[in-house]
């Protein structure tokens, strides 16, 4: 079955980079998104990356895919205080046929001035 | 810019009545999800619909159903509100191309006492 797994905290200081972790199930075929879920909002669609990409880069967003381990990883350059929320990766296996997304249980990033 | 407007931010109501969760997208597309996130959980599946009167059970459909009358709208109905079903409501909508990414709304947080 599918299942999407993150850590479930992070903490930075305001200027470090932050890096945000993801395994997902194996398919030759898939897209994996991240989110962003700020408080009392529902989600931001941030980027998305599809399984025969290595890398996707959007201003301070670095999205790196290892598919040989199954690994997928959200870098955020500069973090700032605002970048303080909760990130979801989610994973669409076109395998399966499955419309909708299955998501990870989300990681909290915390940024400390 | 996809707008999917979710009726309530906050509800309260009580166990045993009959809850009616309102959603409409306004970019025509086919698919439209409710899923339900509680902390540590991430989200999960409710029901989807691809097609107006069409629908789908997600992961977690039991004591929820769900109608779509109008391609723009999706209602999610608790049948008899139980105290387990206090949880943040999550609406989202996507195209019918496998390539898209879902849109989501703000969210409805109910609270059953």
């Known amino acids: 079955g599918e299942d999407v797994e993150q850590s479930l905290f992070l903490s930075v200081r305001e200027g470090d980079s932050s890096v945000i972790n993801c395994t997902y199930t194996d398919s030759s075929s898939t897209y994996l998104y991240w989110y962003k879920q700020e408080p009392g909002a529902g989600l931001q669609l941030l980027t998305y990356?599809?399984?025969?990409?290595d890398m996707k880069q959007d201003q301070r967003l670095t999205v790196l895919l290892n598919k040989k381990d199954k690994h997928l990883s959200l870098r955020i350059a500069d973090t700032q205080t605002g970048d303080s929320a909760i990130y979801f990766c989610a994973e669409k296996d076109l395998d399966t046929g499955r419309r909708a997304l299955t998501f990870g249980s989300g990681t909290r990033l915390q940024v400390q001035p | 810019d996809v707008k999917v407007t979710q009726s309530s931010r906050y509800l309260v109501k009580r166990t045993g009545e009959k809850v009616f969760l309102e959603c409409v997208q306004d970019m025509d597309h086919e698919n439209m999800f409710w899923y339900r996130q509680d902390p540590g959980l991430g989200l999960r599946l409710i029901y989807f619909s691809y097609d107006v009167k069409m629908k789908e059970k997600g992961d977690i459909p039991e004591g929820y159903s769900v109608s779509r009358e109008k391609k723009e709208r999706f209602s999610l109905i608790l049948e008899s509100a139980s105290t387990n079903q206090t949880s943040m409501y999550l609406c989202?909508?996507?195209?019918?191309?496998?390539?898209?990414?879902?849109?989501f709304g703000d969210g409805t947080r109910l609270s059953i006492l």
């Open positions: 989202a909508s996507s195209t019918g191309f496998s390539n898209q990414p879902q849109h």
């Open positions: 990356i599809f399984s025969n990409m």
